[in-house]
């Protein structure tokens, strides 16, 4: 209910900006996305670090989570959701520090640039960027360079994909598997049934998403692009194996699906779970038995494909 709330407050927010003709919605919206409180208790780890490096954009901030013990430690990218506008490391905290706990491996948060100032493929590029920096820089921080893997929930899983497309073509980083939490993967078009039947009245609606299109890509035809819309790749062939979940109800939830079956049919090793009676939910605001369950199987799927 209260995820609910939220989307339609952020729906009333948009409706009254627009109609008094503001051109600053994003930063006002972010003011009160960014403000929300982390819900449960984080999970004990050894080190957190947050440290920045040299983006594509200028200085792009990282936070590192490190579990006890000298390691080298398998290595986890996140990308938090939020639209490509919304979202900060504090809101994706609880998440991370739950996989350095239950795992045992080095979580790297990624603070990507984020929409409308930085339009597709900053955040593309930044997430690209940030992998390239934990491999080269892995033994640096106890990591495991042949162990790295990369998720993200959302529109952060969505840059997950895109950056193991990335990793493809451009022949490096090495990644062992691919963690994506209801991904959007085709943002081209947004006529899928799950957008049809669960458009309105179900948290993330069908508007919600167009509008966040709009703030992210400089234009539709942007939105063709494979690392914008992961689905419409020509190859997926030779990518990491993959775990994809996503909810019932949630307007995302064939986007996950057809990026699955699409793995599976180009010979990827990729598992796909639908939550039933579930929306569209955030790693940082675990809300429901199933959502703790997502994270359960999220951290066993990591810990088998750190363990081969």
């Given at each position: 209910m209260r995820r609910r709330s939220t989307y339609l407050t952020i729906s009333f927010f948009i409706v009254i900006l627009l109609a008094v003709g503001c051109s600053v919605i994003p930063s006002v919206l972010r003011i009160f996305m960014n403000a929300r409180t982390v819900e449960g208790t984080p999970a004990a780890?050894?080190?957190?670090?947050?440290?920045?490096?040299?983006?594509?954009?200028?200085?792009?901030?990282?936070?590192?989570?490190t579990p006890a013990g000298t390691g080298p430690f398998p290595l986890l990218i996140y990308l938090h959701g939020g639209g490509w506008v919304f979202g900060t490391l504090d809101q994706s905290d609880n998440v991370c520090r739950y996989f350095t706990s239950k795992v045992g491996c080095i979580v790297i948060?990624?603070?990507?640039?984020?929409?409308?100032?930085?339009?597709?493929?900053a955040a593309v590029e930044d997430a690209y960027c940030a992998t390239?920096?934990?491999?080269?820089?892995?033994?640096?921080?106890?990591?495991?360079?042949?162990?790295?893997?990369?998720?993200?929930?959302?529109?952060?899983?969505?840059l997950a994909a895109v950056v193991c497309l990335m990793a493809k073509d451009r022949s490096g980083p090495s990644l062992v598997f691919q963690l994506l939490a209801y991904p959007p993967t085709n943002i081209a078009t947004l006529e899928t049934?799950?957008?049809?039947?669960?458009?309105?009245?179900?948290?993330?609606?069908?508007?919600?998403?167009?509008?966040?299109?709009?703030?992210?890509?400089?234009?539709?035809?942007?939105?063709?692009?494979?690392?914008?819309?992961?689905?419409?790749?020509?190859?997926?062939?030779?990518?990491?194996?993959?775990?994809?979940?996503?909810?019932?109800?949630?307007?995302?939830?064939?986007?996950?699906?057809?990026?699955?079956?699409?793995?599976?049919?180009?010979?990827?090793?990729?598992?796909?779970?639908?939550?039933?009676?579930?929306?569209h939910v955030a790693y940082w605001k675990i809300e429901s038995d199933q959502a703790g369950d997502a994270l359960h199987q999220a951290a066993l799927a990591l810990d088998h494909a750190f363990s081969q």
């Open positions: 780890v050894a080190q957190v670090e947050d440290i920045t490096i040299a983006g594509p954009g200028g200085q792009l901030p990282l936070r590192i989570y948060s990624v603070d990507y640039r984020l929409a409308p100032k930085h339009k597709f493929p390239q920096w934990v491999a080269e820089n892995a033994k640096r921080i106890k990591g495991d360079p042949a162990r790295i893997a990369i998720g993200g929930a959302s529109a952060g899983g969505n049934a799950s957008y049809r039947d669960f458009g309105r009245g179900h948290g993330l609606g069908k508007s919600h998403v167009k509008w966040y299109r709009t703030q992210y890509l400089e234009n539709e035809e942007d939105g063709k692009s494979p690392y914008a819309s992961p689905l419409l790749a020509d190859d997926l062939s030779n990518l990491p194996p993959a775990l994809i979940f996503t909810g019932e109800f949630d307007v995302l939830r064939d986007d996950g699906e057809s990026y699955a079956k699409r793995l599976k049919q180009e010979g990827v090793p990729a598992r796909y779970i639908r939550y039933a009676n579930m929306g």
